[in-house]
């Protein structure tokens, strides 16, 4: 197959697997491990802009809302399903209109590709994944978010 074939059809693909495909893997460049782990910058948040706030209150909001479910084991897979695409909808929100600097950017990207693992997760996408593990990795996205974001008005789930 000739080079600029392979390329277009890699395209091609990449174009049809979505924009939460993209943005889990924008800032995957192949590091090893060490360079995905979520770091504080210089040991302190890294600052955030009004729309990635408002969107991770928004599912902060929609997980604390659904956790008494989630908790008793009542959470129905459409009620799942809502809620994933919940995730997704704020997710795509923060993408669009977040304008980050990019070491903060890079970082924000390690807490969305949770966030959309978790969606997916709980959307029953990922077979063999309990829908709860799902809802268990938004969760931790959550918190890893307030730990390592300056957002004031942010509070972590306790569960």
């Known amino acids: 197959m000739k080079p600029h074939l392979l390329i277009a059809l890699t395209v091609l693909g990449l174009a049809a697997a979505g924009p939460s495909l993209a943005a889990r893997n924008a800032h995957d460049h192949g590091h090893d491990a060490a360079a995905v782990m979520l770091q504080l910058n210089a040991g302190q948040k890294w600052e955030t802009d009004a729309p990635?706030?408002?969107?991770?209150?928004?599912?902060?909001?929609?997980?604390?809302?659904?956790?008494?479910?989630?908790?008793?084991n009542k959470m129905s897979a459409?009620?799942?399903d809502g809620l994933a695409k919940k995730v997704q909808s704020a997710v795509g929100q923060i993408v669009a209109n977040c304008k980050l600097p990019p070491a903060a950017d890079a970082?924000?990207?390690?807490?969305?590709?949770?966030?959309?693992?978790?969606?997916?997760?709980?959307?029953?996408?990922?077979?063999?994944a309990p829908r709860v593990d799902g809802a268990v990795k938004v969760i931790g996205a959550l918190k890893a978010y307030g730990q390592h974001f300056a957002d004031p008005g942010f509070q972590p789930i306790e569960h």
């Not at 990635?52 to 008793?72: C, F, T, V």
């Not at 970082?107 to 063999?128: E, T």
């Open 78 to 80: 459409k009620a799942y």
């Open 52 to 72: 990635l706030r408002a969107g991770m209150g928004e599912i902060r909001q929609a997980m604390a809302a659904s956790l008494p479910a989630i908790h008793a």
């Open 107 to 128: 970082q924000l990207h390690i807490v969305i590709a949770d966030l959309l693992v978790g969606a997916d997760q709980m959307a029953g996408k990922v077979k063999g």
